[in-house]
């Protein structure tokens, strides 16, 4: 946010005028519109406050009766947008939902609703809650994700406010242009990673035998994007000029923080693949026999890191099941986050292992890939990878209440097939506090979720299930 004491609408008004937002981004198209009836839950809204093209482009601001330049929901009804280009995240708030309300103020005419962003239409997190929508204009911030493209925003305006009201009226949008742009990589590359966290980018130590580790060894950008296989992860560990020239050897106790072009989510299995190059590798060959090992964690907002443990299925080879310590390739999960936007790789070879084989040089990362994302998925087998392409689609969604709650909250599941559903709870912070699997039966169900013995707060419910997540944001009192 360009200023903390003002909205962007605020801060804005000198160059609305002119209909032109430098440095901001506003409603570029409508990806779908499903419009509710007005209040008495029967008549269709007005035809000439249901132009979805008053949408876009920089909205009016103005609660002046006048022209019709809003898009109405309706009772319930909703609207996904696509943003002009991305809204950053920055310091204080992000966007500004920008509402038309003639001549009356919430607490009289309270026209409200609920805000969701994504950046791929697969993963949504709220920005509201279900205790807090925003009533009229709303300013509100992005939380962990560092960019969206994608807006949902849903009435959930009181059906009684008014005879004839028609819900919340959707001026426009003003999102924070500065400090982002949007990743120009496309399919499985939205999933590695695309830079660095922290000046130095790396830190790399000795080899074995206390010295630098060979130059050809030493490029940093050797570890970004996709490895040249993505198909088989031996097929990097050929003894070639290509595979000699496509790693960064960390040394002794070296360590990279990398960036990702997209928030990687947590999903079902093991979230993230590190492509470590040894060469002959193979999957018959033990841990011991070349034990280059590493320990590897995640981070939502770069400041605080966790622990990506290895999963049952994945531990062997000298690895174990919990801890965060891979030998060579391995594959780690998210477990108490819920997304992620930063892995630190820390080698961990020489204080383990009193006589390496050879003049070693630490562990020696060629990439590190996302497993789970909507567009392009991969699925890890012993032999190398299957690839699934199809888009998943938005078919789950949740309504939470009480909220705010003391010991429970109910949960609504409307889904359009019978599909399991997995429930998290995380705190701020992304860890993981509670879960609760649900089978769900395909039509709209009720379920209750215990919130007994937690501190109080706000905490985050993911439900996941069909291919599509939904967050909402819940008050612990």
Known sequence: MFTSTKSFVAAAMGLLASGVVFGQVSIG???????????????????????????????QNTDVQGPINFYSLGMAGEVVVQMSGPICNGPGNDLTVVET???????????????????????????????????????????????????????????????DGDGYDVDGVIGNSAGCTLPAEAGLSRYAANGFQGNPQATQGLTENNTAVPAARDNQARMLGLPLNVTNIYANDVTTSSANN?????????????????????????????????????????????????????????VTFYPLNILPEDAGNGET??????????????????????????????????????????????????????????????EGYTHNADVLEDVLSINVWPNPAHDFVSVSLLMNEASEVVLSLTDLTGRIVRTKVVAADGVNMIQDFDLSGLREGIYLLQAEGNGSREVVRISKN
Not at 45 to 50: G, H, K, N
Not at 122 to 144: F, M, R, Y
Not at 256 to 270: D, E, I, M, R
Request: glycine share 8%; aromatic share 10%; with cysteine.
């Open 101 to 163: 309300t003639w001549n009356f103020v919430c607490s009289n005419y309270p026209e409200k609703a609920r805000v969701w962003a994504s950046q791929d239409l697969c993963n949504w997190v709220e920005l509201t809650t279900e205790a807090n929508p925003i009533c009229h204009n709303g300013d509100l911030d992005l939380g962990c994700l560092p960019w969206a493209l994608y807006l949902k925003i849903k009435d959930v305006s009181p059906n009684n406010y008014t005879q």
């Open 246 to 302: 496509n790693f960064f050897s960390l040394g002794k106790n070296g360590s990279v923080t990398l960036a990702f072009p997209y928030s990687l989510f947590n999903g079902p299995g093991a979230d993230v693949q590190i492509y470590e190059t040894s060469f002959n590798d193979n999957a018959a060959r033990s841990c011991s026999n070349y034990p280059e090992k590493a320990t590897v964690e995640g981070s939502c907002d770069g």
């Open 29 to 59: 198209s409508v990806i779908s519109a499903t419009q509710g009836p007005k209040t008495d839950l029967v008549s269709a809204v007005d035809l000439d406050r249901s132009n979805t093209a008053n949408l876009t482009s920089a909205p």
């Open 321 to 382: 099941a919990g801890s965060n310590m891979i030998c060579r390739d391995g594959r780690v999960d998210f477990g108490s986050l819920a997304f992620v936007n930063y892995i630190r790789i820390t080698d961990v070879t020489f204080g383990l292992v009193a006589n390496f084989p050879g003049v070693g040089d630490g562990f020696d990362v060629d990439a590190v890939v996302g497993l789970q994302n909507c567009g392009s998925s991969i699925r890890v087998n012993e």
